[in-house]
């Protein structure tokens, strides 16, 4: 599994430092990311690049704000890859977003246990 860096300072300050507030965006983000997912395998194998970039735009938008820079950066290169119709490159980028999604989903919850003042979501 890769491991996903994640900001939670960054994150926690876009949220103007209201923590309870920046657990329920995270909380929203996984619940609502299985409908991005699915959109995101059907329209590579639909070819439908249009659908595969507003997908990735509004993950990128996601990631950024809730201090998953990485994560971003892999959804603008699909939407990159969206505008020149590479399907190909675009479904390995699409595979690495996943992973680094899934990842970044067991980074955040292993945040959660940490008990330390510099650990997020205590």
Known sequence: MMSAGWDYTAALERVGGDEPLLVELITIFFEEYPKFARRLTQSLSQKDFANLREVAHSL???LGYLGASDGEILARAVEQASLAGDSARAGDLVAQLMAY???LRQTML???GEPNDASPLQ
């Open 60 to 62: 990128k938008g996601s």
């Open 110 to 112: 292993s945040s959660a």
């Open 101 to 103: 999604i899934e990842a």
